[in-house]
């Protein structure tokens, strides 16, 4: 059975850093794309970041550019948003998700809209304030 568990949020000062992962079982991470997206309370889930399945290929939501990461890890089949100069409008529950996309060498990358990924986590929350 495929689940995502993402871990890692919690309350940050303006400017700081946290590494969210998303710990994937029931999948080899290689034939996924992968992704983080956030919502808030009143708004629709917005694409934060993706990552294709050969891991090669990444996109990320104008906002967060410069100052967001995504990557992979094989061996632990866990997939990271590691995220620097946080800004209070950050703040939002943080949501992985994973979407089937073939072998690697097809190098395929699902895009930040929501409706075009197939399995969810359950969010962690991030919270950017002083």
């Known amino acids: 059975q495929l689940q995502l568990v993402e871990s890692g949020g919690g309350l940050v000062q303006p400017g700081g850093s946290l590494r969210l992962s998303c710990a994937a079982s029931?999948?080899?991470?290689?034939?996924?794309?992968m992704g983080w997206f956030r919502q808030v309370p009143g708004k629709e889930r917005e694409g934060v970041a993706c990552?294709?399945?050969?891991?090669?290929?990444?996109k990320y939501a104008d906002s967060v550019k410069g100052r967001f990461t995504i990557s992979k890890d094989y061996a632990k089949n866990t997939v990271y948003l590691q995220m620097n100069s946080l800004k209070t409008e950050d703040t939002a529950v943080y949501y992985c998700?994973?979407?089937?996309?073939?072998?690697?060498?097809?190098?395929?990358?699902?895009?930040?809209?929501?409706?075009?990924?197939?399995?969810w986590g359950q969010g962690t929350q991030v919270t950017v304030s002083s």
């Open positions: 029931g999948l080899t991470l290689d034939f996924y794309s």
């Open positions: 990552i294709s399945n050969s891991g090669g290929i990444t």
């Open positions: 998700a994973a979407d089937p996309a073939g072998a690697p060498h097809t190098m395929v990358l699902t895009g930040l809209d929501p409706r075009d990924w197939r399995y």
